[in-house]
Structure formats: C-alpha cells, structure tokens
T-cell receptor, first 112, second 115 residues
Framework: DAMVIQNPRYQVTQFGKPVTLSCSQTLNHNVMYWYQQKSSQAPKLLFHYYDKDFNNEADTPDNFQSRRPNTSFCFLDIRSPGLGDAAMYLC???????????FGPGTRLTVT | DQQVKQNSPSLSVQEGRISILNCDYTNSMFDYFLWYKKYPAEGPTFLISISSIKDKNEDGRFTVFLNKSAKHLSLHIVPSQPGDSAVYFCAASTWRGSTLGRLYFGRGTQLTVWP
C-alpha cells in the first residue's frame, strides 16, 4: 500500500543534543510537510517543500531545519532541542493542487 | 490566533445515536474544509471534505454541513459505532493568494461511542 512512513516512532534526546526525524513516502507526491503537535493542541505547520522549493513558516524557530534530498524522503533536524520542543511531529504529503494531505503515524519526541 | 476552532474537546454518544461534531472558523477566505480522524498512535486520516460552493456533502454514515454565513461547519455521524471513537480534527484551506492549499487545523474533539 502507498503510504507515509516516519522513523523512529519514538525518539528520546537530551537537552541540546541534535536530533533528526525521518519521513518517507511511496505516494510520489510532490509536496511534503512537517507539523508539530503538542498535547491537546492543533497541528502546527513548521515548513513544507513544494518539489525542491522550501517554504518556512514565519514563526518556525531557527532551531528547526529540514532537508529533502529526493522526492521520497524528507528530514526534520532540530539543532539544539529544548524541553519545549517535546511534541508529536507529523509528516504529511499531498499532490500539488490538491487540498487533501496524507499523514504518517508521527514521531513522539521526548527531551530529557 | 486560532482561525479554526473546535470548542468541544470531547463528546460522548451511545452506539446507534447521532454524533455531531462542530467547528467554527474566522477567515472568510477559506474555501475548502476537511475532517480528519485520528486513532491513538496513528496519524490523522482524511475522512470527508466540502467545498465552499456546497452546503452539504455526504459519504455513507458521514455528512458534513457548511453554513458560510455563520462560518460554521459540522460533521454528523449516523449511526455512531464504537469504532468511530477517535479524535476528529476540523481543517480549513484556501488557494487564494497562495500557491499551496495550506491547512489550518482545530484542536480536535475526542469522540467516544459507548455500547
């Protein structure tokens, strides 16, 4: 089945220690998104790639970066995680021009 | 500022009865609305959508109603089943002035359907 895969599902990192979250997709969608979702809050868009074009949300901290080496893969890098970065991180994809987004299962990040 | 609001964090309904989940939005530029369903330890899954040119869209047990003048939409589930127990997110989007249909999400409503 075509899908969006996120690895790892659970990630524990230490305060200030860089961490990378991974997303891959078999849907061949040209748009990929990263959302942050904290408990009982709405998913918050951090940034997205439209093909190779990177689009950063205005309020996304500089601590968060992303890479998309090819159509299938996208990475979220947190350079110096703080306690406030503990959250669920959701990756999603869509076909450019479509409203519907397809989500992966998410990575639960814990910062100790 | 939340442009999409789901004011009820939880809803409990008996199996077989109707579930009504509500959503309000503030941005009149939104022209497409979606409902997502999320089970624990899974990502949100698309459920049903509606364009702003319609006021109703139906898919099996699920119906979404849109009231543009009130900036309000609702999701009706009839009949409700225990397997419908999940968090339901309302989302809104617009393509105007943008090259991307950015989604704005509400905080979600936890639906519990009991036997």
């Amino acid at each position: 089945d075509a899908m969006v895969i996120q690895n790892p599902r659970y990630q524990v990192t230490q305060f200030g220690k860089p961490v990378t979250l991974s997303c891959s997709q078999t849907l061949n969608h040209n748009v990929m998104y990263w959302y942050q979702q904290k408990s009982s809050q709405a998913p918050k868009l951090l940034f997205h790639y439209y093909d190779k074009d990177f689009n950063n949300e205005a309020d996304t901290p500089d601590n968060f970066q992303s890479r998309r080496p090819n159509t299938s893969f996208c990475f979220l890098d947190i350079r110096s995680p703080g306690l406030g970065d503990a959250a669920m991180y959701l990756c999603a994809t869509s076909r450019g021009g479509d409203y519907e987004q397809y989500f992966g299962p998410g990575t639960r990040l814990t910062v100790t | 500022d939340q442009q999409v609001k789901q004011n009820s964090p939880s809803l409990s309904v008996q199996e077989g009865r109707i579930s009504i989940l509500n959503c309000d939005y503030t941005n009149s530029m939104f022209d497409y609305f979606l409902w997502y369903k999320k089970y624990p330890a899974e990502g949100p899954t698309f459920l049903i959508s509606i364009s702003s040119i319609k006021d109703k869209n139906e898919d099996g047990r699920f119906t979404v109603f849109l009231n543009k003048s009130a900036k309000h939409l609702s999701l009706h589930i009839v009949p409700s089943q225990p397997g419908d127990s999940a968090v339901y997110f309302c989302a809104a989007s617009t393509w105007r002035g943008s090259t991307l249909g950015r989604l704005y999400f509400g905080r979600g409503t936890q639906l519990t359907v009991w036997p």
